[in-house]
C-alpha cells in the first residue's frame, strides 16, 4: 500500500529532487515531515520496484548517439535472431512488437561510425535489412509524467 | 562540453543516488571530489540540459500502467514541429519523437509512447491523439509490445567507454512479458 508520503515523493519528485547538501532533510522541511520519514519512505519505493532509483536523468543523444532499429524476422527465427542482438554490448532495448515489423530494439554507441558498424555488424550476422529510425527531434516536453495513484 | 569529471559523476549516479542523508557527499568521496565540486557541476550539466532533471524515476508498469502503446503517426512534415510539441506535452505521453519515414515501407515519422491502466486507457489516448491531429493525420497504427527480449539499463564497455548514457526510459518490470515502451 502507497501511503500519502509514498504518492507525494512519487509525482512531486519525478524533477527538482534537491541538489543540496542534505536533499532528504530539504524534502521533509517542504512536506513537514522528518528527514527519516523521507528516507524510509524512498527506500521502500525503491525496494519495492515503484520507483527504479532516484538521480539525474540523461536525454537521449546528448552524450553518445543512438537510433531505433526495426527489423522483419519470420516468427520462428524471433528468438535466436533477438538472441543475436541482444547479445551485442550496444543494444539497450529489445522487444518483440505486434507488426510486420516485429523486431524493435535501441543502438546506443559512442559516434556514428561506431554505431554505423554495429547495424552493419548484426545485418551481416542475421541476415535481415535493418531499418534505422534515429530521433530526428525529441517533442517531449518533460513535466513528468502525472501518476493516478487512487488505487496504487 | 563534458570533461572526464562530468562523465565519472553521471556514471556514479546512473545506479541512483544513495539513500543516506548525504547523498551528493558519498559520491564526491566515492570519485575524489568535493560535494561543492559534485552539485556545481550537476547543477551546470542541468542549465546546459546534458541532465535533463534529477528525480525519482517512477516504475509506471509496477504502479498499475501495464498498456502501453507505441503509437506511430504520419503527419506532414511541415506540420510536425507545432504537431509535435502539441502531442509532447499530452500528460500520459511519455515521449514524443520525430524519427525519419521510410518510403514505402514506413510512412510514419511521428512517434509517441502512451500509457494507461486498461486498455481503454489506451484507447482513449489514442483517440485523443487522434483528435488533436485532425486533417493532418495522414495514417497511424499501435504497436503493442508482446515480449521484451532485452532490457539492460546504464553499461560501459571498452569499446563505449565514451559514452556514459542514461536513458530516457520507463523502467522494466522485471518480467519477462508485459508491454513495455521502447526509447532512445
Redesign the interface.
Known sequence: MLTTLHKQ??ND?????P???????DIADALGVT?ADV?SA??E??G?????????????N???V???V?MSVPEQQL?AV??K??AY???????????R?N????I????AE?LRAVIDSIERETSYPA???????????????????N?? | MLDETDRKIIQATQAGLPLTPQPYQAIAEQLGLTTDDVMMRMSAMQNSGIIRRIGAVPNHYKLGYRFNGMTVWNVPDETIDELGQKVGQLEFVSHCYHRPRHPTEWMYNLFAMVHGKSQQDVDQQIQQISDLLGDYNLGCDVLYSTKILKKTGFRTTARMQEVEQSMEQLPSSGKSKGTQPVTD
Do not use: C
Open positions: 515523493l512519487l519528485y519525478q524533477r527538482d529532487f541538489l543540496s547538501a542534505r536533499p532528504y532533510q528527514e528516507l524512498f527506500t519505493l525503491n519495492n520496484n515503484f520507483i527504479s532509483r532516484i538521480g539525474p536523468v540523461i536525454p537521449p546528448h552524450i553518445g543512438s537510433a531505433l526495426a528468438q533477438a538472441d542482438i541482444s554490448p550496444e543494444v539497450n532495448h529489445n522487444y518483440e512488437r505486434e507488426h515489423l523486431l524493435w530494439f535501441v546506443i554507441a559512442s559516434d561506431h531499418m534505422l529510425l534515429p530521433m530526428l527531434d525529441d517533442f517531449f516536453i518533460d513535466l513528468g509524467f502525472k501518476l493516478d495513484l488505487n496504487a
